[in-house]
């Protein structure tokens, strides 16, 4: 089949609509039954409804000013593997400044035949058209057939797994009747989903020690030793052949410490590989690499299309090439394969037949990447020896041997939040942020490290430290109330110690929760100089207006 070269500008016209600026995340996703995460690191996400033969899909990515796209492959490769293959997709972005079509949003069918810019489908298929965008995404909807007849189109099939392709670039605007140009660099990727499954971005609140992914395809299971000092996993996959779980401080392949086993389909006799995945290829023994291979003990069995490997690993390691478990947020990484691997020193085994990843604290688990839920921990006060106040917030703080104690209290049902720095401004700041879920009344503070003019991102996701230990929170009649505390000198990099003297103090606020690490923009900020030993303040700025960014 030769690629389309010619692109039916009626048809791809019928799916412009129009933009809301200020369309809000949290009631996008709420009407979605289902979501999956394409990339968590980027907070690319798909959600979708199925009624009768349509799918309705809903797509958020981190592309507001540029394009981005998602579709379906046969092997997660942009071309299906090539020899005649081809992959399927969308592409959709909001260009203000083109006057063709796409100044109020526009989505189009693609179809990809080659590692190469794609061209547009024949036969626009998709319907239902919505593109709108906020500061920080963009959010497509749309509808099509499960199975469309069209022969550019892949069908979708709920009850098998999937491979769904990502990819967007946030500094080139789509233009109506142009085919994108290349993604950023780790701007593309591709994950396994079974459209018929109930699947959610969002993990079980904290408290478990188990975890089902891929429709129940793979499922794991933990516990610690008496001793708190093994943990041991239990693994499950629906494959004959291999499956894997990885361990890692960062939401991807590269740098995590997997572990990949069989059973052997003729002799029944089981293997496990402690391995390291030191790039987007087949992860490699650490005994090869410079580590030691520092399974404990490990047994496996197959029956009924399943294979189970138990193993034990320490809790903590002192091998470079292993990941340790400790009380905070990492990332659970799930993968398997349909056929056994070949044994030896240098193990070998196919690529992965679906995968992805979750956040996860392993000592009191599933948790989200913000640590939603975050647990309070005893020994913190209500402070009450000073306070300054404004329409952001009320903070009062109260100093107790090498700790500080702050409460922060804000009408807003969503995030509030507060900041130190060394300028009255945003970017370089230490900032605090939390909130309290509407549904669950799960606490949450986060420690995060403003880099730009743009979302702060935890410490943990900077090689810093989680610096807070929640005390307490509640959220009534449309005020949050959070308190929390940190050591004066908290010896992280990311943080700005409290020394007496005055220091630059941001605040502000939003008016949805935060979810997975991710946070609407502010809509009311607001400036002061603070001494936290004295009490004294200033304020240096007015409010700021809402979605201004202080820079």
């Known amino acids: 089949m030769s690629p389309p070269n010619r692109f039916n500008k009626t048809a791809f016209y019928l799916l412009v609509l129009s933009v809301l600026l200020s369309y809000a995340n949290a009631e996008f996703a709420k009407q979605y039954q289902n979501?999956?995460?394409?990339?968590?690191?980027?907070r690319f996400r798909i959600h979708w409804n199925i009624s009768g033969s349509r799918i309705?899909?809903?797509v958020e990515a981190p592309s507001p000013n540029g394009w981005a796209a998602t579709g379906l492959s046969d092997d997660g490769t942009m071309d299906s593997g090539g020899g005649g293959k081809f992959s399927d997709g969308w592409v959709f972005g909001v260009n203000p400044g083109d006057n063709k079509g796409c100044a109020n949003g526009c989505v189009g069918d693609i179809i990809l035949t080659r590692h190469a810019r794609p061209d547009w489908d024949d036969t626009q298929s998709v319907s239902n058209i919505q593109v709108t965008r906020n500061s920080s995404h963009s959010f497509a909807e749309f509808s099509r057939a499960l199975t469309t007849g069209d022969s550019q189109d892949k069908p979708i099939t709920p009850g098998t797994i999937q491979h769904v392709l990502w990819a967007f670039n946030p500094n080139l605007a789509l233009k109506f009747g142009q085919i994108p140009d290349q993604h950023i660099a780790n701007g593309m990727g591709a994950v396994s989903i079974d459209f018929g499954t109930n699947s959610s971005c969002n993990p079980p609140p904290p408290g478990g020690n188990e975890y089902s992914a891929i429709g129940g395809a793979w499922k794991a299971s933990w516990k610690i030793s008496d001793d708190k000092k093994n943990?041991?996993?239990?693994v499950t996959a629906k494959t004959n052949g291999w499956v894997g779980l990885g361990i890692s401080d960062t939401a991807g392949m590269v740098g995590a410490d997997v572990y990949v086993g069989w059973v052997d389909d003729a002799s029944s006799t089981a293997y496990l590989y402690d391995s390291y995945a030191s790039e987007k290829a087949q992860p490699q023994p650490d005994a090869n690499i410079g580590g030691t291979n520092d399974v404990v003990s490990f047994k496996g069995t197959q029956s009924g299309g399943s294979t189970t490997i138990i193993f034990t690993r320490p809790l903590v390691s002192a091998d470079s090439k292993d990941t340790s478990i400790t009380d905070k947020r990492q990332?659970?990484?799930y993968a398997f394969g349909t056929a056994d691997g070949t044994s030896g020193a240098s193990p070998t085994f196919s690529k992965h037949t679906a995968n992805g990843l979750i956040p996860m604290n392993f000592l009191s688990g599933p948790s989200n990447s913000s640590g939603d839920g975050s647990s309070a921990v005893a020994g913190g006060?209500?402070?009450t020896q000073f306070s300054f106040s404004n329409p952001v917030m009320k903070l009062t703080w109260q100093i107790e041997g090498e700790f500080i104690h702050f409460k922060m209290v804000g009408t807003s049902t969503g995030w509030i939040a507060f900041g130190l720095n060394s300028e009255p401004k945003m970017t370089g700041g230490d900032i605090y942020v939390g909130w309290v879920d509407d549904s669950t009344n799960a606490v949450t503070i986060m420690d995060t490290k403003a880099t730009d003019k743009a979302m702060p991102t935890a410490d943990t996701e900077q090689g810093g430290n989680s610096d807070v230990l929640l005390t307490s929170g509640k959220q009534e009649a449309g005020v949050t109330t959070i308190v929390f505390r940190r050591k004066l000198k908290t010896g992280d990099s990311k943080?700005?110690?409290?020394?007496?003297?005055?220091?630059?103090?941001?605040?502000?606020?939003?008016d949805a929760d935060g979810s997975f690490g991710f946070f609407s923009k502010h809509s009311l900020t607001s400036t002061a100089s603070i001494n936290f030993f004295t009490g004294s303040s200033t304020v240096l700025s007015d409010l700021w207006s809402p979605g201004t960014v202080l820079v």
């Open 381 to 383: 006060i209500d402070p």
């Open 331 to 333: 990332y659970l990484l």
């Open 56 to 58: 309705f899909i809903g």
């Open 231 to 234: 943990i041991e996993f239990t």
């Open 35 to 42: 979501c999956a995460i394409l990339s968590e690191a980027n």
């Open 495 to 510: 943080d700005f110690e409290i020394a007496s003297g005055d220091m630059n103090v941001i605040f502000a606020k939003g």
